[in-house]
């Protein structure tokens, strides 16, 4: 779909949400947790010998190894590591696809990129936290893990948030029918009068950058 509104710059942000300089940080910051959560995941599958801590010493032996651990590792049949250096390594993939319009152009991708940061990053966060507490040791990577998480978060939300302002704007503008259509990235006048709304009501509300 083609657009000529500038700037391109959607409700309530005064920057773009889905301009490379936002999306290349959410892969950096990302791409930092992939080898902290792959040398963990190595670790419980027995590929490493220790498991390095500055300063829990054996903390992160005794929360990767626990019986809490084994049990969801036996649910899932790979350590819960390496599920989540997948889930950063997709991370990356989704931040970096599409283009710097991909809020109205590609509305599932930045859907599933949310569901993939927002709701997942606040389950592993919750994850190591009560894990901590309950086998009442600590891990110094898992917690890097966790606060890494929340930086995505951050860094994330407000892509999904104007994502959803549009799909709001379409589903004013038509029937389900349009809105499905219109959340795959299918050209209609119904998308792009949806998107002018967005783009001409947004706020004054003060930008990351």
């Known amino acids: 779909m083609q657009h000529d509104l500038k700037p391109e710059i959607p409700r309530p942000w005064t920057y773009n949400p889905s301009s490379w300089n936002q999306r290349v940080r959410v892969a950096l910051v990302a791409l930092i947790a992939v080898p902290i959560a792959l040398y963990l995941g190595l670790y419980q599958w027995g590929f490493l010998d220790t498991a390095w801590d500055p300063i829990f010493g054996d903390g992160t032996k005794e929360v990767i190894m626990s019986d809490l651990s084994h049990t969801f590792t036996s649910w899932i049949r790979v350590p819960d590591a390496i599920l989540g250096a997948l889930a950063y390594l997709s991370d990356i993939i989704f931040a970096l696809a599409g283009s710097e319009r991909r809020w109205q152009d590609r509305p599932w991708l930045v859907v599933i990129f949310g569901i993939d940061v927002i709701p997942l ?8 936290i009560l894990q901590g507490f309950a086998i009442e040791s600590w891990c110094f990577l898992c917690l890097v893990s966790a606060a890494i998480s929340l930086i995505l978060i951050v860094l994330a939300y407000d892509e999904v948030l104007s994502c959803c ?26 998308a792009l009068e949806a998107g002018e709304a967005v783009l001409q009501k947004r706020g004054k509300r003060v930008g990351k950058n």
Do not use: D, M, T
């Open 121 to 128: 990053g606040f389950v592993s966060a919750i994850l190591v």
């Open 165 to 190: 302002l549009y799909l709001c704007e379409l589903k004013k503008r038509g029937s389900w029918k349009n809105l499905w259509w219109g959340f795959w990235g299918y050209p209609s006048q119904a």
